[in-house]
């Protein structure tokens, strides 16, 4: 017991004595990071521009999502195509990219409800089993039937998007239950088959889906709403018997998805406000029993009155991430690379390019998540909006909020070195040796892990 009251007093003077940042130093490479794509890390939906696949590498992003529809890839039943596929995973690969593919099941000549959802129901399920073999045997560079040279094989792959509703154009399901997980299970068991190793992810829960949840089966107060582009909204309400009847539906489908669908990772898309994550998250674990990885995820949302700024930007870009990795699942996957992607109104600013193309500050908070997180990182939620980062070099605390910020102080003396980002948009941060200086709506980064920074 002594020797480990030492130790730990050891290491906590170890921290405290740590040299602080002095006052007026120059931070500014906080703001030019370079760092290698990393794993734990990814974008959906970078379009198929492959000049723009070296620049999400330089974001340190290292997981990259794309779709692709059946009806791509074989227009007529036998008639494979896979030219455009080859090409956009082989650029993904040359940029060190690692392609995480979705597919949709909407060839016409296959499946029935196509044009109503992207999840058609296959008429044959020895067709769709075919499809995903021939796929998965492609790109997992065993020597068999191999497609395009890769550096490493394509190991993710997620069929049955959004699936618990038949109006859902971002994927949807209009089929029975029973069938949808047929559906999985085929996709699954032929993935495998192809390459044991694959991991086989099952299709995104969406966010209001969750939100919706949480207030009618765990009781939350939180209003739950999306917003259109043409100004009118989605509201849950509960006095609404049609809704809740619908929302029953779905959440029945849900738990029979997850209690007899094969899959190795679940997935809950992460949208609005991002402190609904936790909640979200566990959600779908519990009810997985599987830590559920985000193939789509972003903010800031507009979604609930909020508007878009830089810091807002910067700041939903970490704490998203870091809700994730919190969750013990892989990575988070940010919604789209330029501005202009098909999305919600309240999506719309969440991309990390702006309209020209330019970098929006959410990029330069990935650099920075890019560069501590080294192999054997992992990370901890201490409080709301207060995270811990245990590196090689030494733990990171990062504080999002100023509830995060006052969490931070009664945890004792702030650990060295120590910034303050005050506006990500104008990049203004300063080095600190206490945590008073940072009060406000700003972020706080500190501790001895940071050395992989500076």
């Not at 794309?66 to 036998?78: D, H, S």
């Not at 560069?371 to 030494?394: C, S």
């Amino acid at each position: 017991m002594l020797r480990g009251f030492v130790r730990a007093l050891a290491v906590s003077l170890a921290l405290a004595t740590q040299p602080a940042l002095a006052q007026g130093t120059d931070v500014g490479r906080l703001w030019s990071l370079t760092p290698a794509p990393n794993p734990r890390l990814g974008l959906a939906f970078p379009g198929k521009d492959p000049s723009l696949y070296g620049r999400i590498a330089g974001m340190g992003i290292g997981v990259v999502r794309i779709g692709v529809g059946w009806k791509w890839l074989e227009p007529e039943a036998g008639e494979y195509r896979f030219k455009s596929l080859d090409a956009q995973i082989a650029a993904l690969d040359a940029a060190g990219l690692v392609p995480f593919v979705t597919l949709e099941a909407d060839a016409p000549w296959a499946v029935d409800h196509g044009d109503r959802v992207k999840n058609g129901t296959p008429r044959d399920l020895a067709d769709w089993s075919a499809l995903v073999t021939r796929l998965v045997e492609r790109y997992d560079m065993d020597g068999t039937e191999d497609g395009p040279a890769l550096s490493r094989p394509v190991r993710f792959w997620q069929v049955a998007n959004e699936p618990l509703s038949d109006a859902n154009k971002s994927g949807g399901w209009a089929g029975s239950d029973a069938d949808l997980v047929a559906f999985v299970n085929a996709a699954h068991d032929a993935a495998k088959a192809a390459h044991p190793s694959v991991t086989f992810v099952l299709g995104g829960i969406a966010s209001m889906n969750l939100d919706a949840f949480l207030v009618t089966r765990q009781g939350a107060d939180m209003p739950v709403q999306q917003v259109w582009q043409n100004g009118t909204k989605t509201v849950l309400s509960t006095d609404d018997a049609d809704m809740m009847a619908s929302l029953d539906a779905a959440y029945d489908r849900l738990e029979t998805l997850l209690s007899e669908g094969r899959y190795d990772l679940a997935d809950a898309h992460l949208y609005g406000p991002e402190d609904r994550d936790p909640a979200r998250l566990a959600l779908i674990g519990e009810l997985a029993g599987t830590p559920a990885l985000s193939s789509e995820c972003g903010g800031p949302s507009l979604d609930y009155g909020g508007t878009y700024s830089g810091q807002e930007h910067y700041r939903a870009v970490l704490w998203r991430n870091l809700n994730v990795l919190a969750s013990g699942a892989p990575f988070c996957l940010w919604f789209g690379l330029g501005e202009g992607l098909g999305s919600t109104f309240g999506n719309s600013r969440v991309q990390l390019l702006d309209p020209q193309l330019d970098d929006k500050p959410g990029t330069h908070a990935y650099r920075l998540l890019s560069t501590i997180l080294d192999e054997k990182a992992t990370v901890t939620r201490l409080a709301p909006a207060l995270f811990e980062v245990q590196t090689e070099a030494g733990p990171v605390r990062i504080a999002l909020t100023e509830a995060g910020i006052r969490a931070l102080a009664d945890l004792g003396p702030l650990m060295q070195p120590a910034l303050c980002i005050r506006d990500a948009e104008t990049q203004e941060t300063d080095a600190i040796v206490s945590a008073a200086p940072c009060d406000g709506y700003a972020i706080l980064l500190s501790g001895p892990g940071l050395s992989r920074v500076f």
